[in-house]
């Protein structure tokens, strides 16, 4: 197994602990939270996707247009995430981009450092823990939303 290969393995393991959940996910569920001032369950699945493509786009160079709307510190969550297709079409966009980047890198690529704003100077291999853990932090948020969470 290539290093490329072993890297998209490991994410794509990673990333089930958000895919596993989406058969569980209904319309209904999409404006659930924890908390009243916390973010609703479909805003965090496109913060997900957002955050996958500007990863593809700042650590990879994929030349992709990103529009966020879900990243920075002004963003609120005014229950405009509510269309459950949309949501999952865009997290599938997301893993395909992110994909296809990881299989063009080549063995040496992984030790490049990259530099980005969100966190610092690493190896691509390094940035690749950054948005394993980033989608999977957000999949336990999911999930406890999906057993605790209320529309308030």
Known sequence: MSKTELMLALWEEGRTRLTNLFPGITAADLPRRLHPQSNSLGWLLRHIGEVEH????NVFGVPIEVRVSTVGNLVKDHGQ????DALLAYLEDARRVLSAAFEKQTEPDWEEYIETKEFGRKTKAEALARISTHTAWHAGQISLILKYGSTF
Not at 81 to 84: L, Q
């Open 54 to 57: 500007l990863f593809a786009k």
């Open 81 to 84: 995430f509510n269309d459950r």
